[in-house]
């Protein structure tokens, strides 16, 4: 496995590299641009070439890009859909600037299409958005916390994209927090055991490339997401070992996104994410 963090925004950087690779990452998990707003930040190319260098010069591998929270393939409103397809796609072309491999996006929301409808204007976008899709980027697709029009929730309606998106550059990111406040159980080896059974079965764990190791404040099936430090929220310290433990790829980019990023928490998590994570066959 390979740890790292979300790096936060603020402070520089090459700084936040540097405090990151400090605390003991290989990997790292970044936004490009403002999560909440459409226009992405005027960096040039020279400028994400730079950063790519820094990157490759403390050995992080592989950087994991998050797309905006804006974005929403299955948007019904015009002005939005079209948004977010060009976000997208700029999110795609700077991470291959980057030498990220890896583009994270949340599935979306049907908007009231209905989910079945919903799911087929997703995969009718995205085929159509990989065909111009840098080389070398995948897409991940991250399962969300479900709940109301939200298509992402379910292991059987990811593994349905990606069954429709055959061949395409597409996989998973799995956030344990999200699956949690969705429903699935993860508090235990028992709970672990079941829920990975179900991923098996509808998405293969194959397709798994990328992780969000985060614990939940939230009860099971509450639908809502918010982090909690590791071990502190409800899948707790049983459950996060079970889930660490499980025999996911190798060298698979582990990434916490837990509160207060950029403070001391950030080396406290990834202690912790350590020594949970101990008795895993594929820890390095
Ligand atoms: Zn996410
Ligand atoms: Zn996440």
Not at 10 to 15: D, L
Not at 110 to 136: A, C, I, M, Y
Not at 219 to 231: E, I, T, Y
Request: contains cysteine; glycine residues 10%.
């Amino acid at each position: 496995m390979r740890f790292g963090i979300h790096m936060p925004q603020k402070g520089g950087f090459a700084r936040n590299v540097k405090r990151a690779v400090e605390i003991g990452c290989i990997s790292l998990q970044l936004f490009v641009g403002n999560p909440t707003a459409w226009t992405p930040p005027r960096f040039d190319d020279e400028e994400l070439e730079k950063r790519r260098l820094l990157l490759a010069e403390h050995g992080v591998y592989p950087l994991v890009v998050h797309a905006s929270y804006l974005i929403n393939l299955a948007a019904v409103k015009d002005e939005f859909y079209q948004k977010s397809c060009q976000l997208l796609w700029e999110t795609a072309r700077r991470a291959n600037l980057l030498g990220s491999p890896y583009v994270v996006l949340h599935v979306g929301s049907h908007g009231g299409r209905g989910f079945k409808e919903g799911l087929s204007f997703f995969v009718d976008t995205l085929q159509r958005e990989l065909e111009n899709w840098p080389e070398g980027v995948e897409l991940l697709l991250e399962n969300t916390a479900g709940g109301g029009t939200s298509l992402g929730g379910s292991f059987i309606a990811l593994g349905s994209i990606l069954h429709k998106l055959k061949g395409a550059p597409v996989g998973v990111c799995f956030d344990s927090a999200h699956a949690w406040a969705a429903g699935y159980d993860l508090s235990s080896k028992e709970g672990v055991d079941k829920t990975a059974a179900e991923l098996l079965e509808h998405v293969g764990i194959d397709n798994v490339k990328a992780i969000h190791a985060n614990d939940s404040s939230t009860p099971r099936g509450s639908h809502r997401d918010r982090h909690a430090h590791l071990g502190e929220g409800y899948i707790g310290e049983e459950g996060l070992k079970a889930f660490l433990s499980y025999s996911w790829i190798d060298e698979i980019p582990v990434i916490l996104e837990t509160p207060e990023m950029g403070t001391k928490w950030d080396a406290i998590n990834l202690e912790r994410l350590r020594s949970f994570a101990d008795n895993s066959a594929t820890n390095i």
